[in-house]
């Protein structure tokens, strides 16, 4: 405003007064007689231009001035707002949210800031409950490892076999725990390589099966069936990591049916081929389903660990199936079974 207020001031000084001449003389070549009283117009002409341009500045100044004040405060208001909002959000109150603003541009970058919060107070929480559900599993193995290990330092306990075999029991399942989470965390991070190539699934499958039969006894009350289509198309996948997909989701198969019937299919559904493991087992409730591919879920949380495994397996699952391209899904029903569905993308041929 300033800056145009000069050049106005300065362009009409240097150039009106000029052309006010001008039109004088062309007056005058008309044949009016101005010469006597030109001196008198020119001041006239000078101080209604002074009078004018003072008017014009106060006038157009204040509006100008008045305008830009109410502009600016309707730009600040709602950038104060956003301000305190993300002043809670930095302070912990992970519920801090922009609320709707009037000026479009700045209401999108609160609804930007919006989901930003979201998906950190998502991240907030899942990291309390993992460091919850951690401190959780971990505090089981170590108070037994320590009361074991307490009675034979004092002598309440004998150094049998039985004794140092539960010891062995429980460190490798620290272990197993602390490994699982290796890996979940290196998957979720990205840094687990895939190597995904042409991979005959269904001869996988009947490998990964065979090993299964081979541990189950002949008074066993369960049986492994395997349903597999002849002309199985073949999958782009990591042969490694897909053995481990269906290892498994066959142990939680097993582990969860006492006695019944495991099954394997595995159908082509352009442009996947689909695994199922359907088992008879007890089932998982329907208001459990939502959180079975969460960390450390268990439907029942106090089952024996040992049956119960350590709660990722289904979780890293997860994340190589969709690594890969693909995705999982379960049905289940309580005490009828669960079957839990993967799908890889089908190999094209170069």
């Not at 300033?2 to 005058?28: D, G, N």
């Not at 004794?163 to 290196?186: A, G, I």
Request: net charge neutral; glycine share 8%; charged share 25%.
């Amino acid at each position: 405003m300033a800056v145009a207020i000069i050049a106005l001031a300065a362009v009409s000084r240097l150039y009106t007064p000029r052309y006010f001449v001008i039109r004088l003389e062309r007056l005058e070549g008309r044949g009016v007689r101005v010469q006597h009283i030109r001196g008198q117009l020119l001041e006239g002409f000078t101080d209604a231009w002074r009078r004018g341009m003072l008017w014009s500045i106060v006038l157009g100044g204040g509006a100008a001035g008045g305008i830009s004040y109410l502009l600016s405060r309707r730009i600040i208001r709602p950038l104060t707002r956003m301000e305190a909002a993300t002043q809670q959000f930095a302070a912990g109150d992970w519920t801090a949210r922009v609320p709707p603003l009037d000026i479009p541009e700045l209401n999108q970058l609160g609804n930007s800031f919006n989901r930003m919060a979201s998906d950190l107070e998502g991240v907030e929480q899942r990291r309390r409950e993992l460091v919850s559900d951690l401190t959780h599993e971990l505090r089981t193995p170590l108070t037994i490892v320590k009361g074991y290990l307490e009675g034979l330092s004092d002598g309440t306990l004998s150094a049998s076999p039985e004794t140092y075999n539960r010891l062995v029991r429980e460190t490798t399942r620290l272990q197993r725990l602390v490994e699982d989470l290796q890996e979940l965390s290196k998957l979720e991070a990205g840094y687990l390589p895939i190597h995904q190539q042409r991979l005959a699934l269904g001869r996988l499958i009947e490998q990964v099966v065979r090993r299964f039969r081979d541990q189950l006894s002949e008074a066993d009350k369960r049986e492994l069936i395997v349903s597999i289509p002849a002309g199985l198309p073949p999958v782009q996948a990591d042969p490694a990591r897909v053995e481990q997909i269906l290892v498994n989701l066959l142990s939680n198969a097993l582990r969860y049916t006492p006695a019944g019937e495991i099954s394997v299919t595995a159908w082509a559904a352009t442009p996947y081929v689909w695994v199922a493991i359907a088992d008879s087992g007890i089932g998982i409730a329907p208001a459990d389903l939502p959180h079975v591919f969460e960390r450390f879920w268990r439907a029942d949380r106090s089952r024996n660990r040992d049956s119960g495994g350590t709660g990722i397996g289904l979780a890293i699952c997860k994340r190589l199936v969709e690594l890969q391209g693909g995705s999982i899904k379960v049905d289940s029903k309580l005490e009828e079974g669960s079957v839990f569905s993967f799908s890889l993308p089908q190999f094209l041929e170069a």
